[in-house]
């Protein structure tokens, strides 16, 4: 019976030490469970980074393309459009020379009307002097010239002679009168062209002033293709660089995950990943919100980029609260974003702070919701000061509105 005892007494201790035992390891791998959920965690995150800055770095990229094909029409139409000036200063030239030899030739018109219009005046009063002196000193001579012929043959024939000594100079004022006439409808026909010409040359000055206007119209969108493209082109550098500082990010978690396996195995495991709902986080800054999620229209080149969050405007240097409950797994600066802070809240869901002027927490640590994390800033090139703010599951952007 007292050996029973014993063999009991021992097997309850051998019992209680393997419980022990059990214990210990069951708190081993919990941890370990708890180290390796983190940083798969973080892994995935920055992967899910990776893969949409990779695919913001695939949009600009195409922006680019976009708009050089944009920039190689404009430049065409602005060669199209400086030939039409071309031709327009040729029509000009033309035009301009027509009309300095039709005002030429009216000059000429002009003298030669002034001209015979003098040699009308001076002839009209000869041959007034000459009737006066006819009809008062010599009316008889010519009668008794034509009332002495010898015969009615002799008579008509000395009619003839009085008559054409009359009709001399009558007729040289008829000739110079008929010369005015044509000289006057020459010159009006000169000026009638003139005015024709004149209103031509107005109309290519207005053609001319036109597709003057058509061209630096285009320069004027080539030169904002131009800056755009220079916009896109930063754009896409800082991108590539965020890139690389995501996948050194990638690369660090890896070799801390690699030291921690060393010392307690990891496991695998699923984790419940929360839904949208209102009314979970908290808007980080009272603001305007300028920039809404999702794909937006810039109007001027007719192109679209992505937001993956929201942009709320705010004074520089304003406070920044944090949406939600959580612990900071980032805080730092990424090229494109400034200054950010990605706080993870559970559940595969994380919100993005960026273009911070200041980060006020560190690294690693818990934070309540409201709590004070930052300041607005405009680091990360943007034109003026405000919060970009994003929301992610499993390191995918969503709407922050759907959570707010």
Excluded: C
Excluded at 72 to 94: F, N, P, R, V, W
Excluded at 189 to 209: G, M, P
Excluded at 223 to 230: A, C, F, G, L, N
Excluded at 256 to 273: D, F, G, M, R, W
């Amino acid at each position: 019976m007292f050996k029973k005892r014993l063999v009991l007494e021992r097997n309850k201790k051998i019992f209680s030490t393997w419980i022990l035992i059990l214990i210990f390891i069951l708190f081993a791998v919990l941890f370990g469970y708890g180290e390796s959920e983190s940083y798969n965690q973080k892994i995935i995150e920055e992967n899910e980074r990776l893969k949409k800055i990779d695919q913001q770095i695939k949009t600009v990229k195409n922006e680019i393309n976009n708009l050089q094909k944009k920039e190689s029409g404009y430049l065409e139409a602005l060669h199209k459009i400086e030939k039409l000036l071309q031709d327009a200063e040729k029509e000009m030239q033309t035009t301009e020379k027509d009309l300095k030899l039709a005002q030429k030739e009216i000059k000429i018109a002009e003298d030669e009307f002034a001209l015979e219009k003098d040699k009308l005046k001076k002839n009209t009063k000869v041959l007034e002097n000459i009737l006066r002196e006819i009809y008062k000193y010599h009316r008889v001579d010519f009668l008794v010239i034509l009332f002495t012929s010898q015969s009615f043959s002799d008579f008509i024939t000395r009619y003839r002679y009085v008559k054409k000594i009359l009709s001399f100079d009558v007729q040289i004022i008829n000739d110079i009168r008929q010369q005015i006439k044509k000289t006057n409808d020459k010159k009006m026909s000169l000026e009638n062209r003139e005015e024709i010409l004149s209103l031509l040359k107005k109309e290519v000055e207005k053609e001319r002033e036109n597709i003057q206007f058509s061209i630096e119209s285009k320069k004027s969108i080539i030169h904002k293709i131009d800056s755009q493209k220079e916009a896109y082109l930063k754009s896409l550098k800082e991108l590539e660089q965020s890139s690389l500082d995501i996948k050194n990010i990638i690369e660090r978690v890896y070799k801390e995950q690699k030291e921690a396996s060393q010392k307690t195995p990891l496991k695998e495991s699923l984790v419940i990943t929360l839904k949208p709902k209102k009314g979970i986080l908290s808007l980080p800054i009272q603001g305007e919100i300028i920039s809404q999620y999702g794909r937006q229209k810039n109007t001027d080149f007719n192109t679209y980029t992505f937001n993956s969050g929201i942009d709320i405007s705010a004074p520089l240097g304003e406070v920044v609260h944090a949406s939600g409950s959580g612990e900071v797994i980032y805080a730092g600066s990424i090229k494109g974003y400034g200054q950010i802070i990605i706080i993870d809240h559970g559940g595969r869901v994380t919100t993005l702070y960026a273009h911070l002027s200041k980060i006020l927490i560190a690294l690693g640590s818990k934070v309540k919701k409201d709590q004070i994390i930052g300041n607005v800033g405009d680091s990360g090139g943007v034109p003026s000061p405000r919060l970009h703010f994003e929301v992610r599951v499993e390191g995918k952007p969503t709407d922050p509105m759907d959570w707010l």
